[in-house]
């Protein structure tokens, strides 16, 4: 199997997997206004990377499973079921996603990168054009069954390679990557913000799925077109970021869309500045060190900001959120100087 060919079968795989996660995420915030419930969503995601369990290629058949059963809740049999049925199976079937995507992640791309001329550098952009293409075909489909069933189709090519890799020997690894402060920050962060992100499109910008998913496709967009560390340093990059959500809140809709672009270009470079610390002789596995570790700070962010905007609203929580990203960077400099 020549590169290009395992580049295309991961990249589909990962637009799969981004489109079930958004499609699930503006369907949550149309059966509930609840930012409470609305925050399990993502919290379920990030959830499996800090279990202790062997990482295996097998896990693959769960994601895959997950996304035919995020179809059938979708589909006229899921009629007779009440909303929180169907919320509760959603949730699950989110849960099950994340942690078929977290078993095999790893395993899968070391194995899409033995015996190949591929580099992991293409690889992780086969990750942001299949997590684009999904997220753009969230806004262009529009929810229901029919965003489902093309998630499903999507992450089929890579089935074959799971089965194979499933079958040989040698596939068991590392169950706990290492952890990372500075990881674990930046997840705090960001996690707040997209917890809630389908809420605040809906809500404050009385957005409907369009909008949304061209929101997630500018910020892929963005997130593409960083390929390797900037020379600035984090600080900067988490108060421009910070600018650019305050000046959001005044701008016209499609314009705070195009500056999703810009904060996917930030997030990204803050992104390769970290893997670059934590290993740079091996990405593959700095980049699971940095999922890891900015799953468990996204954790805590996720339900922190969620239990906050039930209580204050969603208007002062996206204020909150703003602050966060001003006081990332000095939060930042204290751990590096706990870490030296």
């Not at 395992?6 to 990962?14: E, I, K, L, S, V």
């Not at 189709?153 to 590392?174: C, D, F, K, N, T």
């Not at 208007?315 to 990203?325: M, P």
């Amino acid at each position: 199997m020549n590169g290009l060919l395992r580049q295309f079968r991961w990249g589909t795989a990962q637009a799969g997997i981004s489109l079930s996660l958004a499609s699930s995420a503006w369907l949550l915030s149309g059966l509930t206004a609840s930012p409470l419930i609305n925050s399990l969503l993502p919290a379920f995601t990030t959830l499996p990377a800090l279990l202790p369990l062997q990482r295996r290629a097998g896990g693959f058949l769960l994601a895959l499973m997950s996304a035919l059963l995020l179809l059938l809740l979708c589909s006229p049999v899921a009629e007779p079921l009440t909303s929180s049925l169907i919320i509760s199976g959603v949730l699950i079937s989110v849960l099950v996603l994340a942690l078929g995507q977290d078993l095999s992640q790893l395993p899968l791309q070391r194995q899409l990168l033995s015996n190949s001329r591929m580099s992991f550098g293409q690889l992780r952009r086969g990750s942001e054009l299949g997590a684009l293409a999904g997220f753009g075909l969230t806004g262009l489909l529009g929810v229901g069954w029919h965003q489902f069933m093309p998630a499903a189709l999507l992450l089929l090519p890579l089935l074959p390679m799971a089965i194979q890799a499933r079958r040989s020997s040698g596939q068991q690894l590392e169950s706990i990557p290492t952890f990372h402060a500075g990881a674990a920050l930046q997840g705090l962060v960001f996690s707040g913000l997209f917890a809630l992100l389908p809420l605040w499109v809906r809500s404050i910008s009385a957005g409907n799925c369009f909008n949304f998913g061209m929101v997630l496709m500018a910020f892929g967009i963005g997130r593409s077109l960083i390929a390797s560390p900037p020379r600035q340093s984090p600080w900067r990059l988490y108060v421009l970021i910070a600018v650019l959500l305050l000046a959001s809140q005044w701008l016209p809709g499609w314009i705070t869309t195009a500056l999703f672009i810009a904060i996917g270009a930030l997030a990204a470079g803050l992104d390769h500045l970290l893997v670059g610390r934590i290993a740079p002789q091996d990405q593959a596995f700095g980049w699971q060190v940095m999922r890891r570790s900015g799953a468990i700070g996204g954790l805590v962010g996720i339900l922190v900001m969620g239990s906050v905007a039930q209580v204050i609203g969603l208007n002062a929580a996206l204020l909150l959120q703003i602050a966060l990203f001003i006081a990332a960077p000095f939060l930042l400099q204290r751990l590096c100087t706990t870490e030296a």
